[in-house]
């Protein structure tokens, strides 16, 4: 690969600037010979009045950018490997899509600033390697100096290596912000368009179908021309969702559906007591994870560990290990209540406190409480047989 140093000025790089605000997208500069968004870089994100503003204050005052990469595709063209952050924002404030602060708070467009502080920022020189290369070898070592500014994520790496016909497609689907099925998705998968979030969900969904993980299935599709498979898996996995749980709850959004899916859809639920079980588990005070009523109501409420259910704290298993152990000793038998009733020697064994453990007495699975009356201390054995019947 062959690099050479080269310095621009921010009025050639933002000559011919374009923005597209649908698609959060910087598009071209240098008059149109350099491609600000290649496929394989990430959204812009830098619009938040911190950033943006930060590289504006820095042209101000002079302070170097940092170093900015160019891949030469043709003699006269251009895109950007490195630096499409930093370049979409001066193309924004330069034609007026944001503002900055000035010394006394003034809010100021690059319009209305002094005809001097204009020209600085225009006669700014931006450092800029342009690499040749083969396109492998550039994706390599893109990914070898992604460390300035907010690393790429995972699935923007993958999406850089696995750059084509099938990642176009999928971006334009699940990272458009403006998507109006974002808000839906939102309630079930974590995270956002712009980082690729959806898109890694939807991506993790399908291939975990098949056996797969993201990093195998993508270059097996590389060169697809649709996304039906991805596009249509994933919206039957939030159709189901939406089919069996006609609540909506904030615990629900991130859990891993896919999973969920593949081995619940072929069991069928009634909605409107899925809906009754629901709100029966998040008035119970004793089911500590929200998180785990899901998987319990498609499981068939059997498996109550996704639930966490609130254990005896220690005052009570003090309490109640007291008391038993006095009547044991009284008896002469064992203070576990199980050892006791054994035609064995154990049957007489006073068992330590931290050789022992608290249980409930009638499960909480069919009404019983985590309160002293319903707490009884058995030794660990039969406490772990107890639990395994
Ligand atoms: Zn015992």
Redesign the pocket.
């Known amino acids: 690969m062959d690099t050479t140093l080269q310095m621009y000025k921010v009025k050639d790089i933002v000559d011919g600037f374009v923005y597209n605000e649908f698609e959060g997208k910087g598009l071209f500069g240098l008059l149109g010979k350099l491609t600000i968004q290649p496929e394989y870089q990430r959204n812009y994100i830098y619009a938040d009045g911190k950033k943006d503003v930060a590289v504006i204050d820095s042209l101000l005052k002079g302070y170097p950018l940092g170093l900015i990469y160019f891949v030469d595709t043709s003699d006269d063209n251009f895109e950007i490997l490195d630096g499409q952050q930093r370049i979409t924002s001066i193309g924004r404030f330069t034609t007026g899509k944001f503002a900055i602060r000035d010394a006394n708070g003034r809010e100021q467009l690059f319009s209305s600033l002094p005809a001097d502080k204009q020209k600085k920022i225009m006669e700014s020189e931006l450092l800029v390697y342009h690499c040749r290369g083969e396109e492998s070898e550039i994706k390599e070592w893109f990914k070898t100096i992604n460390i300035a500014g907010i690393p790429l994520n995972e699935q923007e790496l993958l999406n850089s290596i696995f750059s084509g016909s099938f990642v176009t497609l999928a971006k334009a689907e699940f990272s458009n912000s403006g998507n109006s099925n974002v808000q839906k998705w939102s309630s079930y998968v974590s995270g956002s368009a712009k980082r690729q979030d959806f898109m890694a969900t939807a991506l993790r969904w399908v291939a975990a179908s098949h056996g797969l993980e993201i990093e195998e299935y993508m270059p097996m599709h590389r060169l697809d021309k649709d996304i039906n498979e991805l596009k249509t898996y994933f919206n039957t996995v939030l159709d189901w969702i939406s089919g069996v749980f006609r609540d909506v709850e904030k615990e629900m959004c991130g859990l891993d559906w896919g999973r969920l899916y593949e081995e619940y859809h072929t069991t069928s639920y009634d909605p409107s007591k899925v809906s009754a079980s629901l709100h029966k588990l998040y008035e119970d005070t004793y089911v500590k994870n929200r998180r785990g009523v899901f998987e319990y109501i498609l499981g068939g409420e059997t498996d109550t560990k996704l639930l966490d259910i609130r254990i005896f704290d220690d005052a009570t298993k003090q309490s109640v290990y007291n008391q038993q152990t006095a009547d044991a000793k009284d008896k002469g038998s ?1 203070n ?4 006791a009733i ?1 035609h064995d020697a ?1 049957n007489s ?1 006073i ?1 330590d406190l931290k050789d022992m453990d608290a249980d409930h007495v009638t499960a909480w699975s069919k009404g019983g409480t985590t309160d002293i009356r319903n707490c009884q201390m ?2 660990k ?2 406490n772990k047989a107890k639990g395994n019947k």
């Open positions: 064992s576990c209540p199980y050892c054994a154990a064994k068992w058995l030794c054995p039969h």
